[in-house]
């Protein structure tokens, strides 16, 4: 175990990085969305070392102090066939998250266009101006990207939503996506993190996309999950997104399937394609079934339909099918 910095604890922000072949950086995210006693102060992450190293992985826990004995327990924690190295090291007194977003290049998803001020849109597509922020779903994650070509494709399939949720929002990008397919539909984003209200109100002012409870606009609720007052008055929806993580999936699959119309549209990200079939069993017993998937990098995004008496034609279920076989 290497300590870069042994000065006292103090406020500025430090990591514990782990260096590990990709299985083992996997299960052990697996393993942190599986520990309910998780300190939520510790942000993790996990991705490859190097785009042409794919099986090379780095996972990185971020806190807001110096790591006592208990945190770097709790990672080591999370590798039960192993007993890694761990880095620890105090950082810069910088917005990191904000910081390793800036100037990214645009990037093209679909038929929409997600670029920093930094840069200029992509000609002919849909843009949108995400800035840099603390909130996660800039577009550049393959899951923020992948749900962006599947809401494209939903409406290409003649999916009509007049409501839609999109939960846990981060920068409200999915849900500016939902208003651009359905301009008339309502709205409403949600994240449990209260710093991403001040991030989907600017959002929203760059964008052109108003605010309030009307149909069009984009209504802002911090919550937990389903169980809020505001999401459930707005309900039923025709159009759930969730971008989050795989256990979240699993545990909120029955709030829902209730909190959807009959043959209501479910679209789910932030699962690892390791991690799909458990997010699928959970969403079948709740009543739902796949529409269509797609593979973006190493995480899989789910459009599911909750079952209803209508019947989809079968020429339509060919297609659904011919198409997700290209990914």
Known sequence: MTDANDSPESAENWKITVFGPRKQIEAALIAHEDAFDWDFEIVLSGCEVAKDKPEEWVLEAYLPRKPRKADKNAVIA???????????????????ITASQEGLEPIVAGRFCVHTPDHAPVP????????????FGTGHHETT??????????KDQGVIARNVADIGTGTGLLAFAALELWPRAYATASDIDAACVGVVEHNCAVNGFPMGARAGEVTM????????????????????IANILAGPLISLAPDFAKSLVPGGH?????????QEAQVRAACRRAGMRLAARMVSGDWSILWLRKRSYARVHASQVGALAEWSKKW
């Open 221 to 240: 609720v911090v919550a937990d999950g389903m169980d809020d007052p505001v999401l459930q008055a707005r309900g039923p929806y025709d159009l759930l």
């Open 124 to 135: 002919g597509l849909i843009p949108f101006e995400i800035p840099a922020s603390r909130a």
């Open 78 to 96: 999370l590798f039960a066939d192993a007993t890694p190295q761990l880095i620890v090291e105090r950082l810069p007194d910088i917005d990191w």
């Open 266 to 274: 479910l679209l789910l990200a932030g699962l690892l394609e390791t």
């Open 145 to 154: 990207a992948g749900c962006l070509t599947m809401l494209g494709h939903m």
